[in-house]
Nanobody
Framework: QVQLVESGGGLVQPGGSLRLSCAAS????????MGWYRQAPGNQRELVAT???????NYADSMKGRFTISRDNAENTLYLQMNSLKPEDTAVYYC?????????WGQGTQVTVSS
């Protein structure tokens, strides 16, 4: 059974930082492209960043320079370091794993940026 479990969300002030984690099980982690997506109330789910098994990264333009995606294939864990957070970054952040036609989602973790 595939499980993606996100953690690390919470309430942070504007300009602050958070580090999200996604622990994966039930998949051959190194084969999967991994990604972070987010969904704010009333909005569609949008791409934050992705990373291939070999470590090639891709970011949405609004996250470049502020967010860093990384992975530890030995620990089956995906990370998202978020710096210089803005109120508009408030959303539920989801972990995604994709390989061939298979795609899996975590349950999400809430990030709220507010003073």
């Amino acid at each position: 059974q595939v499980q993606l479990v996100e953690s690390g969300g919470g309430l942070v002030q504007p300009g602050g930082s958070l580090r999200l984690s996604c622990a994966a099980s039930g998949i051959i982690f190194r084969l999967y492209a991994m990604g972070w997506y987010r969904q704010a109330p009333g909005n569609q789910r949008e791409l934050v960043a992705t990373i291939t098994g070999g470590g090639t990264t891709n970011y949405a333009d609004s996250m470049k320079g502020r967010f860093t995606i990384s992975r530890d294939n030995a620990e089956n864990t995906l990370y998202l370091q978020m710096n210089s957070l803005k109120p508009e970054d408030t959303a539920v952040y989801y972990c995604n794993a994709a390989f061939s036609a298979r795609t899996h989602w975590g349950q999400g973790t809430q990030v709220t940026v507010s003073s």
